[in-house]
């Protein structure tokens, strides 16, 4: 079976065939999704990276990811919303990481994006973004 090779963030790909693509390829078409629908966004290969990073986190399971996509849908946000929800508690860390003089320590850095995801609320997130 061939996977998936195109992208819609409002139905989540299947976990299998999303990650049975290269990690490039899974950021084309997410970018490749956003062009054609003319979204726009600041770096569109850094959303597209981000909107990846989350896909992959629901496809494996990590539990934080999934209860915050059903739990920020069910507060009524849209699936490609609770997506970007949970992608800007991830760029924050990493701009966080990335700007840290010292090393930060992964294990603090994981439990404090696991915390921040299971905290995402949607009406405290629209607030946030502007969304």
């Given at each position: ?5 195109s ?11 999303w990650?049975q693509l ?5 950021v084309?078409?997410?970018a ?9 966004s ?16 629901a ?13 920020l849908?069910?507060?009524g946000?849209?699936r490609h919303?609770?997506?970007?929800a ?22 603090a850095?994981q ?13 405290a997130w ?6």
């Amino acid at each position: 079976m061939q996977p998936e090779t195109s992208y819609n963030p409002e139905n989540p790909p299947g976990p299998s065939d999303w990650l049975q693509l290269p990690e490039y390829e899974r950021v084309r078409i997410v970018a490749t999704y956003h062009m054609v629908h003319r979204l726009k966004s600041g770096s569109a290969k850094a959303h597209a990276a981000l909107h990846a990073i989350v896909e992959n986190q629901a496809a494996t399971g990590f539990g934080p990811t999934v209860r915050a996509l059903a739990r920020l849908q069910s507060q009524g946000l849209s699936r490609h919303e609770a997506v970007h929800a949970v992608g800007s508690v991830v760029s924050g860390f990493m701009f966080a990481a990335m700007n840290s003089p010292s090393q930060t320590d992964s294990h603090a850095l994981q439990s404090g994006i696991n915390t921040k995801i299971e905290a995402l609320d949607a009406e405290a997130w629209r607030k946030e973004y502007g969304a």
